[in-house]
Structures are given as C-alpha cells and as structure tokens.
C-alpha cells in the first residue's frame, strides 16, 4: 500500500513562474491537507480538501494560491507569480474519511524561487 | 495569543537512555494531540496520539503524557536509539486544522 506521493520533489523556478505541486493521496483516502514549512519552523495549514470541494482555506494566501482536488487524479496546490518569499517546503496529508484526524504525510515538495 | 510551542529547541541524550520532550499548548478547548517525528527532508511520521479524555498512552519504546491542568504535552523515548535522531513536533487539532509547534531536536550520542 503506497503512502502519500508527492512530486516533484524539488522545484525551482524564477520569480514571476508558476509552481504546480501534486500529492497522490493514499488509496482508500479521500481527505487531503496542504502545509508549508519554512526553515527551522513548524508546518503551517494551508488548505483542507475533500474530493471535489475546498473545506477550509483559512491558511492559504489570498491571492496567488489555489488548490484543488478533483474527482479523478492527485491534488494540485498551484502557486501563480512565484516570489522569492514562497520558497519552502510544502507538504500534503491525507486521511481516510472514517479517520480524519489521523494524518499521513507525504515526503514533500522543496520549492526554491530564484 | 495562541499557539503550541516547546520548551527545548534542541535534546541531546546518550544511546540507551530515555529522553523527554515537552510541549505546551494554550487553547484548551484543543482534544486531540498528535506527535510527529520528521527526519531530515522527510516528510512528518506519526508517532503517537493522544486525546483530551485520556491522561496517558503508551506504544512501542513511546509514551505520551497529557496534562490538561497546565496544558502540557510531553513525549518519552525508552531506551533511545540513533535512529530516533529528528525533530520531533506536537500538534493538536482544532475543528479542521492541526496546529504544529516549532519543534525539538533531538540527537542521541553513541
């Protein structure tokens, strides 16, 4: 049973470009979360998604971040006109629907904006 | 305001023995707790749970203890090993979002 997958794991990308990040979540789950961490910090909550529906984007920045979790295929957090405060490491979970306290994190997405 | 800290930022402890690593939490309608072990450039792996109607729980070589009285949240490793060498984050959980602390780092001595 695959665990979380996310890629790529690492980006790069020049101030201006877009960033797509994915996460696969595990099978069987259908609850999925978005963080970032910065350096020397804690994970910070971005955004909660059930298949198809946005439940709770308190943590993510008004403008220039959107996520989605369609009915078919992974999650995609995407960051539009990156800049060079948007460089970290941004993770995903996800949890069954039976469980959703119990969360499963995937290996991450290292973004650096140059 | 709010928020879920540690007292350390870092841990040293020698191979073989126990270590505790603390968390304090300020919301106290928060009632689920959760440890996280983060290996450098890894993702979080869950360790143990906890939840507010329990004061106690045990796993293999992890125990957690919760104190809601001075909303404390500590983690004890037995007989640590090298492998046990990462960060090691609390979280607690209100309504739709986990709240993390910044984290410990905890380096075990051979």
């Known amino acids: 049973n695959a665990g979380v997958m996310q890629n790529p794991r690492h980006l790069v990308r020049r101030r201006g470009q877009e960033a797509r990040l994915r996460c696969s979540p595990m099978k069987g789950h259908s609850h999925v979360y978005w963080y970032r961490q910065l350096p020397e910090e804690g994970l910070k909550f971005m955004v909660y998604l059930q298949k198809e529906n946005i439940i709770d984007e308190s943590g993510m920045p008004k403008e220039r971040f959107s996520a989605e979790f369609p009915k078919e295929g992974p999650s995609i957090l995407r960051i539009q006109q990156v800049v060079r405060g948007d460089s970290a490491a941004y993770f995903c979970?996800?949890?069954?629907?039976?469980?959703?306290?119990?969360?499963?994190f995937g290996p991450g997405t290292r973004l650096l904006v140059l | 305001g709010e928020s879920v800290g540690l007292h350390l930022p870092t841990l040293s402890v020698q191979e073989g023995d126990n270590s505790i690593i603390n968390c304090a939490y300020s919301?106290?309608?928060?009632?689920?707790f959760i440890w996280y072990k983060q290996e450098s450039g890894k993702g979080p792996q869950f360790i143990i749970d906890i939840r507010s109607n329990m004061d106690k729980r045990q796993g293999q070589r992890v125990t957690v203890l919760l104190n809601k009285t001075v909303k404390h949240l500590s983690l004890q490793i037995a007989a640590t090993q090298p492998g046990d060498s990462a960060v090691y984050f609390c979280?607690?959980?209100?309504?739709?979002?986990?709240?993390f602390g910044t984290g410990t780092s905890l380096t075990v001595i051979p």
């Open positions: 919301n106290s309608a928060s009632d689920y």
């Open positions: 979970a996800s949890s069954p629907a039976v469980s959703r306290e119990t969360q499963y």
């Open positions: 979280a607690e959980t209100r309504g739709n979002q986990f709240y």
